[in-house]
């Protein structure tokens, strides 16, 4: 539904009769501003550069999506090293002329080899307002260093309207216990952060319906909390060899996925039941059928990967399945 009572457009646009002229059927203004915020944002660009009334409208686009394609960036005609510079010119102009109005999603994804982009602070300060519901941050760390996300900025009203959280090869260390009672989906990627740190993130998490981890080595002991009762799907890529435990006392997990290059000590809540279950590490065959059939009894999807099982134990996979079914 549109809020009428957002008049960030209106003030900002101005023409013959104190209407606004967009290209296109007689629409009230906020209406127009609503669906140019639906565009994508390149096509939003676009448009802007063929309406006058767009070109406004652009000012208070709520939706930034920063990476190579959206900002035009042609690696080759720049070379390696005008790359960043290019990218960090862009969004500085970009911000620098649009005003302090509510966004709604931001996405910066810059991943260009040893590149590195320095404002990155200045830009969430500028664009992560009150209001935000989607947050995506890609960074490259063959670099061998993390960005050090700024948790601080989302330790307040801008948190509370988090629904999508994304970052990838960031440093994340909050000191306190964030509110995040909005967020629905949480996916971390290469991401520096210890089991504590993330259970900061999840302690008032109690909309969370998805969590995805990739890679983030320095978790040792995985706890779900059974307060995450919204929780229905968790993904676990375990790149490294830290990881030992997984605790998981959500009631309501519904499809698991595990993928690691060692043995991991799994805990389920009593009754758990799952629908798809994935799992995948040496001797995962025999550590399912000896503990985890009982959570297996209405499983519709099944997928075990262990190689050095495959071929010794198929008559164990065989009787798996008839107990199961």
């Known amino acids: 539904m549109v809020d009428r009572k957002d008049s960030t457009c209106k003030?900002?646009?101005?023409?013959?009769?104190?209407?606004?002229q967009y290209p296109g059927p007689h629409l009230p203004e906020d209406i127009w501003?609503?669906?140019?915020?639906?565009?994508?944002?390149?096509?939003?660009?676009?448009?802007?550069?063929?309406?006058?009334?767009?070109?406004?409208?652009?000012?208070?686009?709520?939706?930034?999506a920063f990476n190579m394609i959206t900002l035009g960036i042609d690696i080759e005609s720049c070379g390696e090293d005008g790359i960043a510079r290019n990218f960090t010119n862009k969004v500085d102009h970009i911000l620098k002329n649009r005003p302090c109005i509510a966004?709604?999603?931001?996405?910066?994804?810059?991943?260009?080899?040893?590149?590195?982009?320095?404002?990155?602070?200045?830009?969430?300060?500028?664009?992560?307002?009150?209001?935000?519901?989607e947050l995506t941050i890609e960074l490259s760390s063959?670099?061998?260093?993390?960005?050090?996300?700024?948790?601080?900025?989302?330790a307040n009203e801008s948190g509370n309207s988090i629904r999508y959280l994304n970052l990838a090869r960031c440093a994340f260390s909050p000191?306190?216990?964030?509110?995040?009672?909005?967020?629905?989906?949480?996916?971390?990627?290469?991401?520096?952060?210890?089991?504590?740190?993330?259970?900061?993130?999840?302690?008032?998490?109690?909309a969370l319906q998805r969590m995805q981890l990739k890679f983030c080595n320095k978790i040792i002991c995985l706890k779900i909390p059974f307060h995450l009762q919204q929780l229905r799907y968790?993904?676990?890529?375990?790149?490294?060899?830290?990881?030992?435990?997984?605790?998981?006392?959500?009631?309501?997990?519904?499809?698991?996925?595990?993928?690691?290059?060692?043995?991991?000590?799994?805990?389920?809540?009593?009754?758990?039941?799952?629908?798809?279950?994935?799992?995948?590490?040496?001797?995962?065959?025999?550590?399912?059928?000896?503990?985890?059939?009982?959570?297996?009894?209405?499983?519709?999807?099944l997928s075990l990967g262990s190689r050095c099982e495959v071929y010794a134990k198929s008559l164990v996979i065989f009787e798996l399945l008839i107990l199961i079914v």
Request: charged share 20%.
């Open 11 to 20: 003030q900002d646009h101005c023409s013959q009769g104190g209407e606004i």
């Open 33 to 64: 501003c609503h669906i140019y915020s639906l565009l994508p944002m390149r096509d939003a660009a676009r448009a802007a550069c063929v309406s006058h009334a767009f070109k406004r409208s652009w000012r208070c686009y709520p939706n930034l």
């Open 103 to 133: 966004t709604k999603t931001l996405e910066i994804v810059f991943r260009y080899y040893n590149a590195k982009v320095c404002n990155i602070d200045s830009w969430f300060q500028a664009a992560v307002t009150p209001g935000i519901e």
């Open 142 to 154: 063959k670099s061998g260093r993390y960005y050090n996300f700024p948790w601080s900025l989302l």
């Open 175 to 206: 000191t306190d216990e964030l509110c995040f009672k909005s967020l629905s989906r949480l996916e971390l990627s290469d991401v520096a952060i210890t089991g504590d740190q993330l259970g900061s993130i999840l302690h008032n998490s109690f």
């Open 234 to 301: 968790l993904d676990v890529f375990d790149g490294g060899s830290s990881l030992r435990v997984i605790e998981v006392e959500a009631p309501n997990l519904s499809n698991f996925q595990f993928m690691g290059h060692r043995k991991v000590h799994l805990s389920f809540g009593v009754g758990l039941q799952f629908k798809k279950f994935d799992l995948y590490f040496p001797g995962a065959i025999s550590y399912v059928c000896a503990d985890f059939l009982s959570s297996l009894r209405y499983v519709e999807d």
